[in-house]
């Protein structure tokens, strides 16, 4: 009977490091070696520092930046750790608001959000994503801001849609998914723009 044991504690251990150690790794250097910037979180980095990620939105508010797609993240509140408040992009804490369709809050915040923002507003400047971290817009989304960053930019529309169109990402592999833009990485070639 102890033999029985012997070989099952002797398989136990060795699919553990094998499979719980040795494969991890692998994958991890693997993954390290042929995609670094995927294996780092895709990262940017300016000067030395890092300023965001591609993968994550930010809360861009000023007049002269584009804006994304609402963020419904929250994180504990620092004055009463049994509740929570807003924290736009929180990637500690990645949901959605998790209210249906006919939730009077979110008829009331979409309606509002949509008055502020005028008439033609996309929907996804007024709904959040599932994750509430979602980095990109649509190309149609981000043409509905062109006229305000170039008003408040001060810059010619054609030169803000130019940028817009040279960070319009395809489907990936020509297939999967829908045309977008990220919205950090045109911010940042916005700011790029105006210091020539």
Do not use: C
């Not at 809050?105 to 949509?114: G, P, S, T, Y």
């Amino acid at each position: 009977m102890l033999r029985h044991f012997r070989a099952s504690i002797v398989m136990l251990l060795s699919m553990t490091v094998l499979l719980g150690l040795a494969y991890p790794l692998a994958m991890v250097a693997l993954t390290g070696a042929v995609f670094p910037s995927q294996a780092n979180g895709s990262l940017i980095v300016r000067d030395g520092k890092v300023i965001g990620s591609t993968l994550i939105g930010q809360n861009f508010t000023g007049e002269g930046y584009f804006h994304g797609r609402p963020s419904a993240t929250v994180d504990t509140d620092p004055a009463d750790a049994t509740k929570t408040v807003s924290a736009p992009y929180n990637a500690a804490n990645s949901s959605g608001s998790n209210l249906g369709p006919t939730s009077k809050a979110l008829i009331d915040r979409v309606k509002e959000d949509a008055d502020k923002l005028g008439k033609g507003v996309p929907v996804e400047l007024v709904t959040t994503s599932g994750s509430g971290l979602d980095p990109h817009l649509s190309p149609a989304a981000a043409a509905w801001q062109v006229a305000r960053v170039a008003k408040a930019r001060n810059m010619p529309e054609a030169d803000v849609q130019r940028l817009v169109a040279q960070h319009t990402e395809g489907r990936m592999y020509g297939l999967l998914g829908e045309p977008r833009v990220n919205v950090l990485r045109l911010n940042l070639a916005l700011d790029a723009q105006a210091k020539r």
